[in-house]
């Protein structure tokens, strides 16, 4: 089991949100993807590193097969996390949620970049554009090549 004090809400809200930077929309199902990436510490370490090059999910696996060996486990107990922090994420007027997409709202002011972000926030904005990038590919595919039980 997944420790929820370290993946919290919050950390959802920065993992959503510094994908959301790149993609401006997303299928519900894409961002519940999102999370179980950045809460395994040696996958965000490599998504993370400049000189590592992750154009696609299977180059991903490929690659590093330990960073989605336990993919299902993690997407499952942290689906709560990633739920609430998406519904908190609306409530604060942050995105839009309409037929299943989830959209950033016109007028937002969150900034990523900021000084006083905590290490492990910083690594996720820092992980995010190879992560997006990754994320391209059509959400039935990646749930697919994760190998995610619903």
């Known amino acids: ?56 999910l299977e180059e991903l696996i490929v690659k590093y097969p330990s960073s989605c060996s336990n993919y299902n486990e993690r997407f499952q107990s942290l689906l709560p996390v990633t739920l609430n922090s998406i519904i908190l994420l609306k409530r604060m007027g942050l995105v839009n949620l309409k037929d299943g997409i989830l959209s950033l709202n016109k007028q937002n002011n969150f900034e990523l970049e900021n000084k006083s972000l905590g290490y492990r926030a910083k690594d996720i904005v820092q992980a995010s554009k190879k992560l997006a990038d990754i994320l391209v590919d059509d959400t039935s595919n990646l749930y697919l090549q994760l190998r995610v039980e619903l």
């Not at 961002?31 to 179980?36: M, N, S, T």
């Not at 990436?37 to 590592?52: C, E």
């Open 1 to 56: 089991m997944i420790k929820s004090i370290y993946h919290n809400e919050l950390i959802g809200i920065i993992s959503l949100m510094s994908i959301l930077q790149y993609h401006k929309e997303m299928s519900l199902g894409k961002a519940c993807l999102i999370l179980p990436f950045f809460s395994h510490k040696s996958t965000l370490g490599i998504l993370k590193r400049k000189n590592s090059k992750i154009r696609s």
